[in-house]
């Protein structure tokens, strides 16, 4: 949402949340209209015929509004909108001939054309307050069917991203089992607590960040378990409040992929470095990994795999928008994810 709709939709909030006061601000003005025009001259001020003007006014004024809001024959509109000028105003002036014992003698058409110049302005206002109060509720539909459409497409990325990393952990704990390692059911163990978090917890729009980073110590130890002397990984948090609350399963993607391109590298104990803090409600994630600028393994799998960075980023779009800073870098072998948000 551009400047120009954001500040037309506080606009139309504004005057939809003031519209009584509007309405009595406009009468108020309505009668007292004639007294400031009288002020220095000979003419006089009648206020009970000015009440009078008012009740019909008002008439006009809602009538006008309701033609607007049901109907959608323009002609119509007109030819009904004129007869009920000139009805109203021959009514105007019975009534007040009745009321003050006037003397009018004007014909029907002779007086009530001449309520149609006033009434016309009225019923204008009653069209301005159609196309305000319609165009409140288109926006408030806009905001609900684009509140869904992001909703949809959160949830289309979210999907994306779980079985990849469900896949990636499946196929570490196969690895182990080909080895016929003793640990397979610690990490089979393990994997079912990711499975909760991914399945539960994942699925809410916010979770506790300590739930958070556990469910990012489960998989790092995973990940040990498995790489053994080929990857170390340095795991730093340092969190002011650990209840705060943030958007779950944003930052698994960038540590899968870092660990993943890591074990592809040759030779051992490889350094993997993850922080994270939280600072006065600023957020800042980093990762780490080092990377070997050619290799054509890691060139593939990092085609194959950067939907997962590219859902996270999407996700964040929606989810943080301009609360959030994402760089990622290559730089000396060294491959740079650098997040903060404003939570």
Same mark, same amino acid.
Request: charged letters at 20%.
């Given at each position: 949402?551009?400047?120009?709709?954001?500040?037309?939709?506080?606009?139309?909030?504004?005057?939809?949340? +003031?519209? @009584?006061?509007?309405?009595? %601000?406009?009468?108020?003005? =309505?009668?007292?209209?004639?007294?400031?025009?009288?002020?220095?001259?000979?003419?006089?001020?009648?206020?009970?015929?000015e009440l009078i003007d008012? %009740?019909?006014?008002?008439?006009?004024? =809602?009538?006008?509004?309701?033609v607007f809001f049901t109907?959608?024959?323009?002609?119509?509109?007109?030819?009904?909108? #004129?007869? #009920?000028?000139?009805?109203?105003?021959?009514?105007?002036?019975?009534?007040?001939?009745?009321?003050?014992?006037?003397?009018?003698?004007?014909?029907?058409?002779?007086?009530?054309?001449? =309520?149609?110049?006033?009434?016309?302005?009225?019923?204008?206002?009653?069209?301005?307050?159609?196309?305000?109060?319609?165009? =409140?509720?288109?926006?408030?539909?806009?905001?609900?069917?684009?509140?869904?459409? +992001?909703?949809?497409?959160?949830?289309?990325?979210?999907?994306?991203?779980?079985?990849?990393?469900?896949?990636?952990?499946l196929n570490s704990i196969?690895?182990?089992?080909? +080895?016929?390692?003793?640990?397979?059911?610690?990490?089979? %163990?393990?994997?079912?607590?990711?499975?909760?978090?991914?399945?539960?917890?994942?699925?809410?729009?916010?979770?506790?960040?300590?739930?958070?980073?556990?469910?990012?110590?489960?998989? #790092?130890?995973?990940?040990?378990?498995?790489?053994?002397?080929?990857? *170390?990984?340095?795991?730093?948090?340092?969190?002011?409040?650990?209840?705060?609350?943030?958007?779950?399963?944003?930052?698994?993607?960038?540590?899968?992929?870092?660990?993943?391109?890591?074990?592809?590298?040759?030779?051992?104990?490889?350094?993997?470095?993850?922080?994270?803090?939280?600072?006065?409600? *600023?957020?800042?994630?980093?990762?780490?990994? @080092?990377? #070997?600028?050619?290799?054509?393994?890691?060139?593939?799998?990092?085609?194959?795999?950067?939907?997962?960075?590219?859902?996270?980023?999407?996700?964040?779009?929606?989810?943080? @928008?301009?609360?959030?800073?994402?760089?990622?870098?290559?730089?000396?072998?060294?491959?740079?994810?650098?997040?903060?948000?404003?939570?």
């Amino acid at each position: 949402m551009n400047n120009n709709q954001t500040k037309g939709k506080v606009l139309l909030n504004s005057i939809k949340k +003031k519209e @009584p006061f509007i309405h009595v %601000l406009f009468w108020v003005s =309505y009668v007292l209209f004639p007294y400031l025009k009288s002020i220095g001259r000979d003419t006089l001020y009648h206020f009970y015929s000015e009440l009078i003007d008012l %009740l019909f006014g008002m008439v006009i004024f =809602y009538i006008s509004y309701a033609v607007f809001f049901t109907s959608k024959n323009i002609l119509g509109k007109v030819l009904f909108l #004129l007869f #009920l000028f000139c009805g109203i105003g021959y009514v105007n002036l019975k009534a007040h001939n009745w009321f003050f014992q006037g003397t009018h003698t004007e014909t029907f058409w002779h007086y009530s054309i001449n =309520y149609i110049s006033t009434y016309s302005i009225l019923a204008l206002f009653g069209y301005v307050l159609f196309l305000i109060k319609k165009g =409140y509720k288109n926006q408030q539909l806009y905001d609900e069917m684009n509140a869904k459409k +992001k909703e949809a497409e959160l949830a289309n990325l979210k999907s994306q991203i779980n079985p990849h990393f469900l896949f990636n952990t499946l196929n570490s704990i196969y690895l182990s089992a080909l +080895k016929k390692e003793d640990n397979t059911a610690d990490l089979i %163990l393990k994997l079912s607590d990711n499975f909760r978090y991914v399945l539960q917890d994942g699925q809410h729009k916010q979770v506790a960040l300590k739930k958070e980073i556990a469910h990012i110590r489960d998989y #790092l130890s995973l990940q040990k378990e498995r790489l053994k002397e080929k990857v *170390t990984i340095d795991f730093e948090v340092s969190v002011d409040n650990y209840e705060e609350v943030i958007s779950p399963l944003l930052l698994i993607s960038f540590i899968e992929n870092a660990i993943k391109y890591t074990s592809m590298l040759r030779g051992k104990n490889h350094c993997v470095k993850i922080g994270i803090q939280l600072e006065q409600k *600023t957020f800042h994630f980093s990762c780490q990994n @080092p990377y #070997l600028e050619g290799n054509s393994l890691i060139e593939v799998a990092s085609k194959a795999n950067g939907i997962g960075i590219e859902n996270t980023t999407k996700r964040l779009e929606h989810l943080y @928008p301009n609360k959030h800073s994402l760089l990622i870098d290559k730089k000396n072998n060294l491959f740079n994810v650098d997040l903060k948000i404003e939570v």
